[in-house]
């Protein structure tokens, strides 16, 4: 047995054996990408059941997308084999998700509770606030949404969060989360924020279910743990607790691992200072620093160590590997982004010709899922397998959505926001009218909108018509018979094909000729394939089911392969990362055996490639606006958060990375001509081989070249550059017939300043960034949107 453990320790370093080994306090793993951080938790898991006696059902391990939690089950299964099936594997969101429906009674809920992801909550959040008679301006759904989501981070419940506003939007949206919430409870749904606050608040309130829990997960491990927000900071210090129980049962083991510069989600409130004081919320905690990189290449860190050590208030921390320089980091300067993909792709194509690498070894990463487009368009006709990951997502398609409500509601009779979406869809005749007369008696009543619905076949909904009233029991009477299929057991498949045909939904769009309802036809055979696919990977599941005897069944969590599994997987799958693109991932299906050889290119927001690696890695769009985002300019936070991200793409490479930028891009509909990415700049010089530079015409410097020859339409040497120059460009202030304009050189403004643009008309400045050649102005033209101009030159625009 000696023998198994010093395999399990063997190839790792003094600092990630201590950390494997280390028995007792809360450990928190500190380190620098790629030093190896996900490898500790993975043999830690391991180590722990061969050499400490744990078991598998005692084992919490919590990463931070699907993604990541399937490669980590994956990896452990790898190391003990099939007892990995007790341990949970889990996302911070589908760890909730099993708890509460096992605890669901404690709640006093029903335990088949839907999950509403963001559209789902927009849409209520739509409802209520037009009940509540908010202006639909001022209290934007997004607004109220983001809002919400913030307090429920914070763990601000709905009651207490009146006293928490500060102003007149944060007290009215504080009654918009009051309603909100009563309305959620109503449908018997949560939303994705509520999962992780209300599991929280079981573990405070009842003492007794949190005892049972930390009883049963004597060892949690949490990746990625600068990106955990207040709320699951909460969860876990909970969940492992700080002092033993009143029946004595002692805190759980705790490990964490996180690096802050890749913090990436601020935006959702996640917080680093979680990391920075671990020392001080878990007393005699222990801190292990990993320094040696074991990924890339020198070159590729020493890149990665200079972007990152511009921004201010970090620890510095200096990764090093003994790999060597490797190859120079390869920059390309396009004319637009089909000449950036049309670059990438001729890359990709010469890498797996020479040897050099396989297609799987490679990923394309992009700052916003749109920019995959461009990609995909080019790939499929050069046919270069490849696959997106998140993208345009699959489960957020009108058709696939109106699909799985229907399912929804058949598993939640209650699930208010499913059931009227779906109440017309296909159109059946009830109308907006009828639809308020049958929410007003609801909310009158105070009944759920089926029961109302129920009441108007029976006629005692007032002001309802008679059409309406029939065409209410028809579809009260399709429903009812979709029920007894469920209750007959026949698989979710089964159940799907059913709705699509019983509905007429197929039928609609199998008789219209316009070319999308095909795509949506194929969506919706698609996910009767995921539906196949999930009852088949059920049972086998079931079949190779460890007995698990320390892992007694849980009441209240769906059975495996039933509908509200199936519902629970993909609610789930929304979460931070999502499935792979369906369409134009047809390359993901080709035959198994062609993907084995050599697999299919990647494509990503370098967001979904956290904690991956590739050996090559192209960082496309790297343009100021782009990559920085445009939103983060002249936010000093914003911009940190960008560079950090700057530094996760970076450190994603092994061996060959790449940078490009286009000058111009299309973006909202119009070219726009970026500057280069102040990142580009943050690459020491003698690290990078530019492959094409920006052409020096006219005016000198590169971030200038863009625009020079923009404002000239006619002297730019290729023609694509002409004619998208001739077409107007909308960020830039170079654009048109010179001698139209009014030459105002380097205008000089302030966020607040009120403008007048010749095109755009009345405009007031956003915010402002840069200066001298590089000065930017965001500016809101109100009807005619936001747009970034450039400041230098003549700009046909006056300060007011
Ligand atoms: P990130 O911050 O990006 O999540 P990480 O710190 O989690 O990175 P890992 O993904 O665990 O890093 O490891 C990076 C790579 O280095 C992996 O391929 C891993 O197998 C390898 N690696 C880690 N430690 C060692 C080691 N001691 N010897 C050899 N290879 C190692
Ligand atoms: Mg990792």
């Known amino acids: 047995d000696q023998g198994k453990h010093a395999d399990l320790l063997d190839d ?50 919590i990463t931070f997308t699907n993604k990541a939690a399937a490669e980590m089950r994956e990896r452990v299964g790898e190391l003990v084999g099939r007892r990995s099936g007790a341990m949970w594997v889990s996302t911070f969101h589908s760890m909730c998700v099993r708890v509460l ?20 909550a927009r849409r209520l959040l739509t409802l209520v606030a037009r009940d509540l008679d908010l202006d639909s301006k001022r209290y934007q759904p997004r607004a109220l949404a983001a809002h919400i989501s913030n307090l429920k981070n914070e763990l601000i419940d709905s009651e207490s969060a009146g006293s928490h506003a500060t102003n007149d939007f944060e007290r009215r949206a504080a009654e918009v989360y009051v309603e909100y919430q009563r309305r959620l409870s109503q449908a018997n749904a949560m939303d994705f924020d509520d999962l992780i606050m209300r599991t929280v608040e079981l573990f405070q309130v009842f003492p007794d279910v949190a005892e049972y829990y930390r009883r049963r997960f004597r060892h949690v491990l949490v990746d990625e743990y600068q990106d955990t927000n207040h709320a699951q900071y909460t969860l876990v210090r909970e969940l492992v607790g700080t002092e033993p129980t009143e029946s004595g049962v002692e805190p759980a083991e705790l490990c ?63 990764l090093w590997t003994s790999e060597g320089d490797g190859e120079r980091v390869v920059g390309y300067v396009a004319d637009n982004e089909h000449d950036e993909a049309a670059f990438v792709a001729g890359e990709i194509d010469d890498l797996v010709d020479q040897g050099v690498a396989k297609y799987s070894d490679v990923a394309v990463f992009y700052r916003t899922n749109n920019q995959s487009r461009v990609f995909e368009e080019i790939f499929i006709r050069l046919g270069l397998p490849y696959r997106v990951v998140g993208g345009v997502r699959f489960y957020e398609r009108k058709e696939v959505r109106d699909a799985l409500a229907y399912l929804r509601v058949l598993a939640n ?48 909904v007032p002001m309802l018509n008679p059409r309406s009233r029939k065409a209410i029991t028809a579809f009260v009477e399709l429903l009812d018979g979709l029920y007894k299929l469920v209750d007959s057991g026949v698989e979710v498949a089964d159940i799907l094909e059913a709705v699509l045909d019983r509905t007429g939904y197929r039928a609609e769009l199998d008789a219209s000729d316009d070319p999308q309802d095909a795509s949506r036809l194929e969506n919706l055979d698609e996910l009767v394939t995921v539906a196949r696919e999930f009852t088949e990977s059920a049972a086998e599941a079931a079949a190779l089911a460890p007995e698990a005897a320390d892992d007694e069944p849980d009441a209240g969590v769906p059975e495996p392969g039933s509908l509200p599994a199936f519902l629970e997987r993909v609610s789930l799958v929304a979460d931070a990362d999502s499935i792979p693109e369906s369409d134009g991932g047809d390359a993901e299906d080709d035959t198994e055996a062609e993907a084995e050889d050599s697999g299919v290119v990647t494509l990503m927001t370098v967001h979904t490639a956290k904690g991956l690696e590739y050996p090559v890695v192209f960082g496309t769009g790297w343009e100021d606006g782009v990559f920085p985002h445009l939103r983060a300019l002249g936010e000093p936070k914003e911009l940190a958060e960008e560079r950090r991200l700057a530094y996760v ?11 490009s930028r286009a000058l111009v891009r299309t973006q909202w509909g119009q070219p726009a001509a970026n500057p280069a990415s102040r990142f580009l700049d943050e690459i020491p010089v003698e690290l990078l081989d530019w492959r094409r530079e920006a052409p020096a015409s006219g005016g000198g410097g590169s971030p200038r070249a863009a625009t020079t020859w923009g404002g000239r339409p006619g002297t730019g040497s290729d023609s694509a550059q002409s004619r998208i120059a001739s077409g107007g460009m909308r960020t830039t202030g170079f654009t048109g017939t010179r001698g139209d304009w009014k030459d105002t050189v380097a205008l000089k403004l302030d966020a607040g300043d009120r403008v007048n643009h010749d095109k755009y008309g009345l405009g007031t400045v956003v915010s402002t960034d840069g200066s001298g050649p590089r000065a930017t102005a965001t500016i809101d033209f109100g009807t005619a949107g936001t747009v970034r101009l450039m400041l230098i030159g003549s700009v046909p625009m006056v300060k007011l």
């Open 12 to 61: 790792l370093n003094p600092a990630q054996r201590a950390a494997v080994e280390h028995a007792g306090a809360p450990l928190l793993v500190v380190a620098g990408a790629g030093s190896g951080k996900t490898r500790v938790l993975t043999r830690r898991i391991a180590y722990l059941l061969a050499a400490r006696d744990a078991h598998p059902g005692q084992i919490m391990a």
């Open 413 to 460: 009779p209650d699930d208010t926001v499913s059931l009227r979406r779906i109440l017309n869809v296909p159109k059946r005749g009830i109308g907006d009218r009828a639809e308020a007369c049958v929410a007003t008696h609801a909310e009158r009543e105070r009944i759920s909108f089926v029961s109302a619905l129920r009441d108007a076949v029976a006629d005692r």
């Open 101 to 120: 429906r096992r605890e669901a009674k404690t709640l006093e809920m029903s335990s088949n509770f839907s999950i509403y992801d963001a559209d789902d």
């Open 649 to 659: 793409a970076i450190t994603r490479a092994r061996e060959r990375l790449y940078v």
């Open 256 to 318: 964490v691992v996180g690096d802050a510069d890749q913090s990436i989600y601020a935006f959702r409130g996640a917080t680093i200072r979680n990391i920075e004081e671990f020392e001080r919320d878990f007393p005699n905690a222990r801190t292990i620093l990993l320094e040696q990189n074991y990924r890339s290449t020198q070159t590729i860190l020493s890149a990665a160590n200079s972007v990152i050590s511009r921004n201010p208030n970090r620890r510095d921390k200096r």
